[in-house]
């Protein structure tokens, strides 16, 4: 009998071993034939000519210096000037051989004016697109204005020019986890037929055979299933894939061959996506193989099913975030990426234990006939070994996910600032739920299970803590699913980057398209407006050299006061057909006739883009009461048109106030320039953190009963930070006007962010 316990004893040693080496062959694979990568969402860091810059010089050249490495097949620069026409551009290539930039050649030499650069850059290997456009000028310019606040403005620290990446949809996060749930689930379930039952099934004797018999059945057949709608769900991968590089939708990326052939024969995101396809073929292979040798139990064929699996989430990892710094390595393997794929083994033999556990053993166990003193005898022997299994799971996430995290950022209030921050720290909240019902089934469950064992029972009556342990495991499948959710959206979303990555400079929108642009000829308009005894008079100047606003303030009433007392006056210009707010700029005293008469002007780049702009003028007393008037400027490729316009400002307060992260309650009161309340026919706000490229949904505004020109909305401000709120004011016979205000919202906590 002990010498039959030491044989056992031995061959279990063996199958460990064996395991663990199979488990570890794909490291070796990465070792001897995977480059260094990088990659993730690509972000500007620089450009030349800068962003906001005035040439004395036509450039040679377009740079961009990005975060990380870009694929230049699939990346785009075009420029354009104020007439919308678009200026021959070199091919793309790099600079001193770095797969961190793009640089196009200018074969022409740039006449004097505006141009716009919109570019559009997919990374090297996951493809994840990123956008963003800034201008420049060159020749001699008019003057450069002084920021104020606000956005697009050289100099204006609070609009960082770092590109927009993709918005994922649903749709997208439901697909990654997919993905990522079906892996977990083949090799969880191969490492928990190896480790787990496969051992106890040797210690049962005959019932522990029929057992062995009944749920390796039963789980190759759902591995068989699983790894075919993996592959399935490869293939949708990459069709989002052509289909977001291509900016089209799924059904003109079928048609796109050729951009998946070379998706996949010219990218490192091709390279990980075949290694994921032929992981998942050999698995549905095996799996199908393991259910005709089913009656055998298959023994032998799950380790070598366990080795695929292994490699195709060592393929995830290759296409993941950590694969961008994938140059930190040891002994030429990159930490990084061995860091991710034991993340990812660990969280499977985790996770997909417990979907083995509620979908092939309980299930088994009916099936295979087991009494319930079988069956607590099973559960008494097996749970102490996957719980020992998940505890070493728990440790290794903990040890990993650490580190994943602290080589993107160790900033705080970065990460929790970020959408992809606050998307882990959800699934931490899910994760730690599991590990408290995992403690219970080790501390408390496990234990009452093996001492039922030992006294006995009524026969065929399952105990409490039989029970009690099936409801628990499909609990836990349950949060499972949850953690998966939260993970593919992690795969998707824009890791934080330490401080000092962003560059601050001139971004109007992030489009994937032209915006339109102004004329190339020089072009003046003048308006005038009356208010309170003082007339306004406006003269507005644009042209390739650049552009000018210029008014002038007479006293026209007696009994108004002298202009003697004003200290500044601000130009508030706000693109009306663009979500991108207003920014202000501080005014030059140009003459002074005493207390009747005073000009101001500014000069810059100013109406860099086609289409309508409301221009609001606030003059800043210390002595009366602050004047404030509107314009209307309207710019064609051929002319700019100015007229008189009614002031109208939506002032904001907030409940919570200060707002917190969530859903934030507005309360807007519209008013005129006098301060008197203006009801409008609409009123409606768009939410948006421009620094980041996050853009909300336009939310309506209900008027307050019985308050003339008040309004209340609900606007959800999902993460801490500065947020920009676009009104869109509808009045009736007069064109929808934007008017906007800046929040700062603060964490859940009431810290607020740097």
């Known amino acids: ?95 001193n051989d770095s797969e961190a930039t793009v640089l196009a050649s200018l074969p022409q030499t740039l006449s004097a004016g505006t141009y716009t650069v919109v570019w559009r850059v997919v990374s090297a290997i996951d493809g994840h697109l990123t956008i963003g456009v800034y201008a420049f000028h060159v020749g001699p310019s008019e003057g450069t204005p002084e920021p104020v606040a606000g956005l697009g403005l050289a100099g204006d620290e609070s609009a960082p020019t770092e590109g927009a990446s993709e918005n994922p949809g649903p749709l997208w996060w439901i697909l990654r986890a997919f993905i990522l749930g079906n892996s977990a689930l083949v090799l969880g379930g191969c490492l928990f037929t190896v480790l787990i039952v496969e051992p106890t099934a040797e210690e049962r004797g005959r019932a522990g055979e029929a057992l062995w018999r009944t749920v390796g059945n039963r789980f190759a057949r759902i591995g068989a299933v699983a790894a075919c709608l993996l592959v399935l769900a490869l293939g949708l991968d990459l069709l989002t894939e052509v289909s977001t590089v291509a900016g089209s939708d799924l059904v003109g990326a079928l048609q796109r061959n050729d951009l998946a052939l070379t998706l996949l024969t010219s990218t490192r995101y091709g390279f990980a996506w075949t290694v994921k396809l032929l992981a998942a073929v050999l698995l549905m292979a095996m799996m199908l193989f393991i259910w005709v040798l089913s009656r055998r139990g298959g023994s032998g064929l799950w380790e070598i099913a366990l080795a695929g699996g292994s490699l195709l989430l060592l393929a995830e990892s290759l296409s993941s975030h ?76 903990a040890v990993t996910g650490t580190y994943n995290l602290a080589i993107h950022s160790t900033d705080v209030g970065a ?22 019902i995992g403690a219970v089934n080790l501390l408390r469950l496990s234990p009452r299970l093996q001492a039922a064992t030992k006294k006995g029972g009524a026969s065929g009556q399952e105990t409490a803590p039989a029970v009690k342990l099936r409801r628990n495991v499909r609990v836990e499948t349950a949060l499972v699913g949850l953690v998966l959710v939260c993970a593919g959206g992690l795969t998707l979303l824009a890791p934080p980057s330490g401080s000092g990555n962003t560059y601050a400079a001139t971004t109007t929108a ?35 050299q650049g552009d000018r606003m210029t008014v002038t303030i007479t006293r026209t009433a007696k009994t108004a006061s002298p202009l003697t007392d004003v200290s500044k006056v601000l130009f508030r210009v706000t693109p009306q057909d663009l ?48 004047l404030k008037a509107a314009f209307r ?3 064609s490729e051929t002319a700019l048109k100015a007229s008189p316009a009614q002031v109208v400002e939506v002032r904001v307060s907030t409940e919570p106030s200060p707002p917190v992260s969530g859903t934030v309650r507005l309360d807007l009161n519209v008013v005129d320039g006098e301060g008197k309340p203006l009801n409008v026919a609409k009123l409606s706000v768009t939410p948006s953190q421009p620094s980041r490229g996050l853009t909300g949904s336009p939310v ?38 934007k008017s906007d205000a800046s929040i700062d919202v603060l964490a859940a906590g009431g810290t607020p962010q740097p």
């Open 1 to 95: 009998m002990s010498c039959s316990s030491s044989r056992d004893k031995s061959k279990r040693s063996f199958v460990r071993k064996r395991t663990g080496v199979l488990a570890l062959l794909p490291l070796l694979a990465l070792w001897l034939a995977v480059p260094t990568m990088a990659l993730a969402h690509a972000m500007l860091l620089s450009s030349a000519p800068v962003a906001g810059s005035s040439q004395a010089q036509s450039p040679t050249e377009i740079r961009l210096a990005v975060s990380e490495p870009v694929s230049l097949d699939f990346s785009t620069i075009k420029l354009y000037d104020r007439a919308r026409h678009e200026q021959p551009v070199g091919s793309l290539g790099r600079d």
């Open 322 to 397: 950590a694969a961008a710094y994938a140059a930190d390595r040891v002994f030429g393997v990159p930490l990084p990426v061995v860091s991710d794929w034991l993340h990812l083994v660990m969280a499977s033999a985790w996770a997909g234990g417990l979907a083995y556990m509620a979908l092939a053993l309980f299930p088994a166990f009916r099936v295979a006939g087991l009494s319930a003193e079988e069956r607590k005898a099973f559960l008494g022997k097996s749970v102490p070994r996957f719980s020992r299994l998940a505890i070493l799971s728990v440790v290794t996430l």
């Open 415 to 436: 990460i929790l600032a970020s959408g992809y921050g606050q998307t882990l720290l959800i699934k931490l909240v899910i994760v730690a739920a599991l590990v408290g």
């Open 510 to 544: 992030a489009s994937a398209n032209p915006l339109p642009t102004a004329q190339t000829t020089g072009a003046d308009a003048v308006a005038e407006t009356e208010t309170g005894g003082y007339k306004l008079s406006l003269l507005a100047h644009s042209s390739d």
């Open 579 to 626: 979500d991108t707010g207003g920014t202000s700029y501080t005014t030059s005293r140009q003459g002074d006739l005493g207390g009747d008469r005073q000009t101001w002007r500014v000069d810059g780049p100013i109406f860099t883009l086609a289409g309508g702009y409301q221009l609001t003028i606030a003059v800043q007393r210390t002595q009366a009461h602050d």
């Open 633 to 635: 400027l309207d710019l």
């Open 700 to 737: 309506a505004a209900t008027p307050v009963p019985g308050r003339e020109g008040a309004y209340t909305a609900e606007v959800p401000l999902s993460m801490p930070g500065a947020w920009l709120l676009v009104f869109d004011v509808e009045r009736d016979g007069l064109p929808i006007l």
